[in-house]
C-alpha cells in the first residue's frame, strides 16, 4: 500500500484523481473511479448549473465514496456553477485554465477541499495563501489546456515553493508515472488520458480508437502563437487546419480565439475524426487497452509500490 497523506487527507484508497476531462468526465465515470479507490471527477466544463447538478446526483446514486468536480474557470457559467458546487457541498473541487482565487471563500466555507490545477510556481503559492489543501501541478504534456512548463520541471518548483501536498499531471498512465511523480516530491497523481479508455466512460467510440492507436508523436498543441490558450490533442484534420489559419500572415488573437468554437463536442459527442478536437495527453501513445476504471488504479499502484520497493536496488 501507498501511504499518501493524500489519501488520509480525502478518505479515498489510492492517491489517484481523474482528471475533469470537458465533455468527457461525466458522473458515471467519475463514480467508477471513486467506486475503484482513486477520487473520480466530474468536469462542469462549458455547461450550465442544471448539467453539474444532475450529473452530481447521477454520481451520488453510484457511489456514496467522495467525488471532485472540476470547474473550468473560462467557461461563461463558471459563477453558476461554483455555487452548484457549494451548495451540493461535493467533497473536492478542482479548477482549470485560470485564477480560482474569488470563489475560494465560498467553497472553503461549505466545507470543500479546494484543489486548483496550477501551470506555475506563482499560481500554486496565490492559491496556497487562498486557502487551497493541496495543488494539481500540470505539466504540457497533458491534454487539453495547458501551461509552458513539463512536469518534470513544474513539479519539483512547485512543491518547494508551497507547503501543501502537491499532485502531478501530465504524461502519466502507468505505475511508472506514478513512482516517478513521488520522486519528484508528488504525493498523488491526475490523470486524464488513461481514464479516457475506461469501460465507464461514455465518451463516442472514435475518441477511444484515436487515443487506443496513438503513438509518442501523434498529439500536438495549437493556440501557442497568441499564447494563453495553447490546447493539445490529437493530430487530425482539424489541429492541421488550426495551425494552417493560427500561422497565417493576416491571423490575430480574435480570428485565432474562435477556430476552436464546437469542436470539442464534435470529437467527444459525434466522434467526427475530421473535424473534432481530440484533446489527449502525450503519453496517449502508452494506452493500449479499454479496461474497467478500478482495474485501471489497480494495475497502475501494483505496478507503482513494485517500482518504489525496488528503489533502494539504485543506492549502493
Ligand atoms: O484546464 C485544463 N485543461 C483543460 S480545460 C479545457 S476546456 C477548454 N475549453 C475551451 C477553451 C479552452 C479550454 C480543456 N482542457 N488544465 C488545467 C490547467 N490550468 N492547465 C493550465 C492551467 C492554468 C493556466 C493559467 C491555470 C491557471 C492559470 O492562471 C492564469 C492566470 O490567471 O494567471
Redesign the pocket.
Known amino acids: 500500500m501507498i501511504a499518501s497523506p493524500i489519501c488520509e487527507m480525502l478518505g479515498i484508497k489510492y492517491p489517484i484523481f481523474q482528471?475533469?476531462?470537458?465533455?468527457i468526465a461525466d458522473g458515471k465515470l467519475a463514480a467508477a473511479v471513486s467506486e475503484g479507490g482513486g477520487l473520480g471527477i466530474i468536469?462542469a466544463?462549458?455547461a450550465n448549473a442544471e448539467y453539474l447538478k444532475g450529473q452530481i446526483e447521477a454520481a451520488r446514486r453510484l457511489t456514496d465514496k467522495p467525488f471532485g468536480v472540476?470547474i473550468?474557470?473560462?467557461?461563461p457559467y463558471a459563477d453558476e456553477v461554483a455555487e452548484i458546487a457549494a451548495e451540493e457541498r461535493v467533497a473536492v473541487v478542482t479548477?482549470?485554465?485560470?485564477?480560482?482565487s474569488k470563489y475560494m471563500e465560498r467553497w472553503i466555507s461549505a466545507g470543500i477541499k479546494v484543489i486548483?490545477?496550477?501551470?506555475?510556481v506563482?499560481?500554486a503559492k496565490?492559491v496556497e495563501k487562498y486557502g487551497a489543501a493541496a495543488v494539481?501541478a500540470?505539466g504540457e504534456e497533458?491534454?487539453?489546456?495547458?501551461?509552458e512548463l513539463t512536469t518534470m520541471a513544474i513539479v519539483p518548483q512547485v512543491r518547494d515553493a508551497v507547503q501543501i501536498p502537491v499532485i502531478a499531471?501530465g504524461g502519466i498512465a502507468d505505475g511508472r508515472g506514478v513512482a516517478a511523480s513521488f520522486m519528484l516530491g508528488a504525493c498523488g497523481v491526475q490523470l486524464g488520458t488513461r481514464f479516457l479508455v475506461a469501460e465507464e466512460c461514455s465518451v463516442h467510440r472514435n475518441y477511444k480508437e484515436m487515443i487506443l492507436k496513438a503513438g509518442d508523436i501523434s498529439t500536438v498543441t495549437t493556440?501557442r502563437r497568441f499564447g494563453?490558450?495553447t490546447?493539445r490533442s490529437i493530430k487530425n484534420n482539424f489541429t492541421r487546419n488550426f495551425i494552417k489559419e493560427e500561422y497565417a500572415p493576416e491571423a490575430t488573437p480574435e480570428s485565432v480565439a474562435n477556430l476552436?468554437?464546437g469542436a470539442?463536442r464534435k470529437a467527444a459527442v459525434e466522434g467526427d475524426i475530421q473535424d473534432g478536437c481530440f484533446?489527449a495527453g502525450q503519453i496517449a501513445g502508452l494506452v493500449s487497452r479499454e479496461q474497467p476504471a478500478a482495474e485501471i488504479i489497480k494495475e497502475i499502484f501494483e505496478e507503482a509500490e513494485k517500482l518504489l520497493k525496488e528503489a533502494p536496488l539504485w543506492v549502493k
Open positions: 482528471g475533469g476531462m470537458a465533455w468536469s466544463m462549458n472540476n473550468m474557470l473560462m467557461s479548477t482549470g485554465a485560470g485564477n480560482p486548483p490545477v496550477v501551470a506555475s506563482a499560481m496565490r494539481i500540470e497533458s491534454g487539453g489546456h495547458i501551461g499531471a493556440g494563453g490558450n490546447c476552436g468554437i470539442l484533446l
